[in-house]
Every structure is written in structure tokens, then in C-alpha cells.
């Protein structure tokens, strides 16, 4: 789960982040801020006579963090799996992985099962004969994996990724 650690790190930061913000505006908007009077301005006069004289900047901002707000949804819902086709297929994988055992510095691969199909994904390392791998899984891999999962007849896309 190595992958997903800085999905997990930047999710926690901006979760924290918005938390104390929420938070802060809770406790100023119920007057519960220690050591702080209730009619305290949190800008500086200049500032809030500036931006109070021209409503543009406001509405920019607003605009830049609905944006931002959406970026952050998004990313959350791929982080979560959503979007992705058919599910894992765990005995489709490991014959993957037989299949090209004598492929040497084999990187992820993984085999979706879904409504339209069979899904194979594979990264390999540059040095490894692509021309091989492909026949490999054209001959022999995919036939197997489609009997196993479904029948001869599933479409089947194999995404081979090769690594620099």
C-alpha cells in the first residue's frame, strides 16, 4: 500500500488544515476565542476598506477555493476507487503473474473484471523484451485468464506499460 501514502498524507494535511479553519471560525463567530473581544477586526482597516470599496476580489477568491474545493473532491473519489472498472480479480492476477514469471523485474500488474470485459493492467522495466511479453500474454496468458474468469468470448484490454 506504498502508493497510496501520499494520497493519505496530502488528504490528512488539507483534512487538518480545514479542520482548524472550521474551527477557528466556529469559536470567532460564538465569541468563544480566549483573550480575544468579541468586536475585534481580523483584517487590517486598510484592507477591509479596500475590499469593501471593490467586491472583485471577493468574488475571486470565492471562486478560486469552489474550484480548489472541487480539485479536492475529485482527487478523494479516485483515492476512494471510484470511477474505476469492474472489480479485482485476485486468481486472474496470480495467473498473471505465473504466466511471466521469467519476466525479471515485473512492477504492478493487476486484472479488473467488469460489465465490459476483462481489464489487464502490467508494468514492465525497459530492459525486459516487450516483444516477448506480448506474445506471452497474445499465445497463452489471456486465453486462460478469459476461461478462468468468464469465457473465450469476453473482450479483453491489456495495457502494457513500459518503465524508462
Known amino acids: 500500500m506504498r502508493q497510496y501514502a501520499g494520497n493519505r498524507i496530502g ?9 482548524g479553519l472550521g474551527s477557528y471560525a466556529w469559536l ?15 483584517l ?3 484592507t477591509a ?6 467586491p472583485w476580489p471577493l468574488w475571486t477568491l470565492a471562486l478560486v ?10 482527487w478523494l473519489l479516485l483515492c476512494l476507487g471510484w470511477g474505476r472498472r469492474g472489480t ?13 514469471k521469467s519476466v525479471e523485474g515485473l512492477g504492478r500488474a493487476g486484472v479488473r473484471v467488469g460489465e465490459d470485459g476483462v481489464r489487464i493492467g502490467l508494468t514492465c522495466p525497459a530492459a ?14 489471456v486465453g486462460k485468464i478469459r476461461r478462468e474468469v468468464r469465457d473465450d468470448e469476453t473482450p479483453t484490454l491489456v ?6
Open 88 to 100: 479485482r480479480n485476485g486468481t486472474a492476477t496470480a495467473m498473471l503473474f505465473v504466466g511471466l
Open 128 to 141: 525486459a523484451d516487450v516483444g516477448a511479453v506480448v506474445g506471452k500474454l497474445d499465445q497463452d496468458i
Open 11 to 19: 488528504l490528512a494535511v488539507v483534512g487538518g488544515m480545514l479542520l
Open 65 to 74: 477555493l469552489l474550484l480548489l474545493s472541487l480539485l479536492a473532491l475529485r
Open 49 to 54: 476598506r479596500a475590499l469593501a470599496a471593490e
Open 28 to 42: 470567532r463567530g460564538h465569541d468563544r476565542l480566549f483573550g480575544l473581544p468579541p468586536n475585534a477586526k481580523i
Open 159 to 164: 495495457r502494457l506499460h513500459v518503465r524508462r
Open 44 to 46: 487590517p482597516p486598510q
